[in-house]
């Protein structure tokens, strides 16, 4: 049986760019759904070029960022603009020049690797040759699996079709939420690395990530809670800039352990890091009594050492200091 799909094609518009214009520029954003408010007056700009990372756990506001950047979503309050242009008045153009990787698989799963790829082609009025040098190196990954079906790829094979079925249309911006959540590991590191050669083609990307090796490697990240920006800066910078004492403490019952330190008095925070245990002090007064007071609550092979601070302790550290605030 054959089936005719029916489609409204994008052709593609070119923005007249204002002069030194900002990727994305968000003014006081807002976006309230019933009660619950999803972003909270976030203001920030994304330069040119640049990849952009942000970060924050579930629920943080980052999808319906996202949407809003990509004209999917009006804001109630703030204005945003993409390349120069604004998101509510431009829609139509903007929408030919942005690509769009949402974090749940959204392609046809019934339709084949190549399939999939010519139907977002025709969207777009253009063809996978004409834009195949963008595509060329990620596609080459997939081309053997070309008549499977999206539905029955790997994870990291669907993330690669998706990544491909959104730069057919040689968008000036993609736009990629959470786009390694469930890969594996070799399958994440081949993905990023994609993504930094597109950026060598001068695209601008937008990523949100929860994995603290990927914002890393991102030129800027905004941390994000709760609709709220707490910080924005280059990883390295945010990292450098923290000015607090870390300690890892080791300790043979791991919850336990969380439980005890969470109940003495001097420290501040506490957040489980692999096999141990990260904490702060109230004023970094570190006076080395834990280890005794841990081994009067029966705590044995009880261990602590300085280390230093990743983007993760700044964040939960942030994160920590805002609901305190609040």
């Known amino acids: 049986m ?104 959204s392609l046809y799963q019934d339709l084949s690797v190549e399939e999939n790829l010519n139907f977002y082609a025709t969207v777009f009025s253009t063809t996978v040759k004409e834009n195949y040098h963008l595509i060329r190196d990620i596609y080459k990954q997939i081309e053997p699996f070309r008549k499977r079906p999206a539905g029955k790829l790997s994870g990291g094979m669907k993330q690669k079709l998706a990544l491909c079925c959104a730069l057919i249309h040689a968008p000036d911006l993609i736009v990629l ?11 994440r590191t081949e993905f990023w690395e ?6 060598k083609e001068g695209i601008t990307i937008l990523v949100s990530t929860p994995y603290m090796d990927e914002a890393m490697m991102c030129d800027r990240v905004a941390l994000i809670q709760r609709g709220h920006i707490l910080h924005i800066d280059r990883p390295g910078h945010i990292i450098s800039g923290f000015g607090r004492k870390i300690y890892a ?19 501040e925070n506490v957040n489980p890091f692999g ?13 080395g009594t834990i280890v005794a007071w ?6 044995s092979d009880v261990g602590i050492a300085p280390v230093e601070p990743g983007i993760e302790d700044v964040f939960l550290d942030l994160m920590s200091t805002e609901e305190n605030e609040r």
């Open 294 to 299: 841990l081994e009067e609550k029966g705590h």
């Open 177 to 187: 939420d959470e786009p390694t959540t469930g890969v594996d590991a070799v399958s």
């Open 275 to 287: 096999d141990s245990v990260h904490i702060t002090f109230a004023g970094d007064n570190y006076d």
């Open 249 to 267: 403490v080791t300790g043979m019952n791991k919850f336990r352990l969380i439980q005890d330190l969470r109940s003495f008095n001097p420290v």
């Open 2 to 105: 054959m089936v005719r799909l029916r489609t409204v094609c994008l052709q593609k518009r070119s923005l007249v760019f204002p002069t030194d214009f900002i990727m994305i520029d968000s003014d006081n954003i807002s976006k309230k759904y019933g009660n619950v408010i999803a972003l909270d007056g976030i203001s920030l700009k994304v330069e040119k070029s640049e990849l952009f990372g942000l970060i924050g756990p579930d629920g943080a506001g980052k999808t319906t960022f996202f949407r809003i950047v990509t004209t999917l979503l009006l804001p109630d309050s703030g204005k945003m603009t993409v390349m120069g242009h604004d998101t509510v008045n431009k829609y139509i153009e903007l929408r030919s020049n942005i690509g769009y990787m949402p974090g749940r698989f």
């Open 194 to 199: 994609m993504l930094k050669s597109l950026q």
